[in-house]
């Protein structure tokens, strides 16, 4: 899906790539001129005083609480039945998607340690970031189970 997402959501916004979703953060304040260009986007906020204003724009828009990612994330995934599984094929820092890359070409960029378990090398087209998989993948599927537990 596409989402468009306030700027204190990031924690959610990386967490929705991780799950294989297009997400643009908004980078300023809300502003309707911003949310009228991107109305191919389901707008994510924690902001209940716009909910008139978006309905009244014809704008999707989920609300969602503030300060809890986990909670929020809970809920996007519930709201728009979303798989909850970790796609991992989107850079979580700008939304590009991954291309994968030979592990011996980025040896320098990664941990010794990490470099003789790792595996699934990708790398961002747009930023440069360097991804791969290992023993924090791991954490994150068990974190994932725990957010699905939340509501
Ligand atoms: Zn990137």
């Not at 929020?72 to 590009?96: D, K, S, T, W």
Request: one cysteine or more.
């Amino acid at each position: 899906m596409k989402f468009l997402l306030e700027s204190n959501l990031s924690r959610l916004a990386k967490w929705l790539r991780f799950l294989g979703h297009d997400v643009k953060v908004l980078e300023g304040e809300i502003n309707l001129r911003e949310l009228s260009k991107n109305q191919d986007r389901v707008f994510i906020t924690t902001s209940k005083r716009w909910e008139e204003t978006l309905k009244k724009a014809d704008i999707r828009y989920l609300v969602v609480p503030r300060h809890d990612w986990e909670l929020q994330l809970c809920m996007v995934i519930r709201h728009f039945n979303l798989r909850p599984e970790l796609a991992l094929n989107r850079c979580a820092y700008c939304g590009a998607e991954l291309v994968p890359v030979e592990k011996e070409k980025v040896k320098d960029r990664v941990p010794p340690k990490a470099y003789d378990t790792a595996y699934d090398f990708t790398l961002c087209p747009r930023c440069g970031a360097l991804f791969w998989k290992g023993t924090h993948y791991e954490g994150m599927v068990r974190e994932l189970e725990k957010v699905l537990g939340r509501c």
